[in-house]
């Protein structure tokens, strides 16, 4: 997990719980409790929380301001994931047939992915994910179908996924914050995991689209196991054990070459 990304793993639980203790955060992000109060120091000075004897606890602000994803956060993002992102996305839009009905996850994955299809040929995009579905009114020609529900303002994700109990999904792209031989596929968002049990029924065939990065990591919590996802989309620099595990379970690996 990237510092980054460490980061707002901690806005998140911050903002759920309203305080969090050292030794709990060290545990869940699997990082030392000296690097936990560095973050915290970090999160202090932007004033999202305010450090106590073995933790912090959260400032409540005024309706409408940004706590969990303050301007020095975006763009860091920017500069950082989002150029890890866009070097794997090109290969996962050629996935994509003239036609097809696809999901994006909403995340720097999904926000990359629909960049590549400007050009791409007439299909339908499914999201949850209020940026994505702007750039694809905006930008393309392809149809476009959002699911709705509450939108949480960090995010710009929709909570609320029933609605693709009457969809038929060709492909459903999505992406992971840690890839572990013995975890599996983990994620930071609890509603992440929801979202992709839903996917799993609904979708013909589901592509995690994660850089060599994210693996052997995790986050918080479990999404699937490694043998769920049948094709994944990376780069060349996947750790060699998990190209071995994926073809050794007949799962389809897509890499791209780039840098």
């Known amino acids: 997990m990237f510092g980054i990304e ?106 990359e992915l629909v960049k590549c299809l400007v050009e791409s040929k007439e299909m339908i995009v499914v999201t949850n994910n209020i940026e994505i579905g702007m750039f694809i009114y905006k930008e393309t020609n ?37 890839v572990d031989l013995q975890y599996g596929y983990t994620v930071n968002e609890k509603n992440e995991v929801r979202l992709y049990k839903k996917l799993e029924k609904v979708s013909r065939d589901v592509i995690l689209v994660v850089p060599s990065e994210r693996y052997d990591k995790r986050g918080l919590t479990k999404m699937a196991p490694l043998s769920s996802i049948m094709t994944i989309v990376s780069d060349k620099e996947m750790p060699d054990e998990f190209k071995a595990y994926y073809f050794e379970n007949n799962i389809k690996v897509h890499t791209s070459m780039l840098n």
């Open 6 to 111: 460490r980061l707002q793993a901690i806005r998140v639980l911050v903002k759920e719980k309203k305080s969090v203790e050292v030794t709990y955060l060290s545990k869940e992000l699997n990082v030392s409790e000296v690097t936990i109060r560095r973050d915290l120091d970090k999160l202090e000075k932007e004033g999202l929380v305010e450090k106590t004897y073995g933790g912090a606890i959260l400032i409540e602000k005024d309706h409408g301001s940004s706590i969990v994803n303050p301007p020095q956060y975006q763009n860091d993002v920017e500069s950082e994931v989002n150029q890890i992102f866009s070097k794997i996305t090109g290969v996962a839009a050629k996935l994509i047939e003239q036609g097809d009905t696809v999901f994006v996850g909403g995340s720097t994955m999904g926000i």
């Open 142 to 178: 392809h149809k476009l179908v959002m699911i709705g529900g509450e939108i949480d303002m960090g995010s710009g994700n929709a909570s609320e996924f029933d609605q693709l109990d009457e969809l038929l999904i060709e492909k459903a792209f999505i992406t992971a914050d840690g």
